[in-house]
């Protein structure tokens, strides 16, 4: 993911990161907040914001950041980084909206309602797949996990050792 050149987007991520490590989700959103307004912001920021809201189990704040994302574009366009850690947010309890979400990241960057227009580098890698095979198996969900490994196919991607391994464990279960 290509990180805004200014020193003070870099200051900016660094900041969020540091909150991010700490679990301290309410820095993590004030920082956001003096970022968008002094408009220091790129993708990277947005990422990071993103996976604090999948630590802190807000899914919906995951998918409204996400789309704040997508319609800010250029360089805040959310790459596969944010996706991925909106994909891990809705794992959390809402499996179909991460299915959705890859779906969306596999047409990238064609724009969808729920999550807007993803940038073309959004495409889903096997991280992504590995992080909802994951969700599928803390659902039990074997289908979604068949779906995922199929859909891969697709994406060009072979599911690797840990994404088998989710599979089996969710059969399995």
């Not at 959390?92 to 309602?113: F, I, K």
Request: charged share 25%; proline share 3%.
């Amino acid at each position: 993911m290509a990180e805004g050149r200014s020193a003070r987007t870099r200051a900016l991520n660094e900041e969020l990161h540091q909150y991010a490590r700490r679990k301290d989700y309410a820095n993590v959103m004030a920082t956001l907040a003096r970022g968008e307004q002094d408009k220091t912001v790129d993708g990277r920021t947005f990422a990071i914001a993103i996976s604090a809201c999948a630590d802190a189990g807000d899914a919906a704040g995951a998918v409204r950041l996400l789309r704040a994302a997508a319609d800010r574009g250029g360089k805040c366009a959310p790459e596969v980084a944010a996706c991925t850690a909106c994909v891990k947010a809705l794992c959390g309890d809402d499996l179909p909206g991460a299915r959705e979400l890859l779906r969306a990241m596999a047409r990238a960057p064609a724009a969808t309602p729920r999550f807007g227009a993803l940038a073309e580098a959004a495409r889903p890698n096997a991280r992504t797949a590995n992080t909802f095979l994951r969700g599928c198996l803390r659902h039990g969900d074997w289908r979604a996990a068949d779906w995922c490994v199929e859909a891969m196919e697709g994406w060009g991607l072979e599911a690797d050792a840990n994404g088998r391994a989710y599979v089996c464990a969710t059969h399995a279960a």
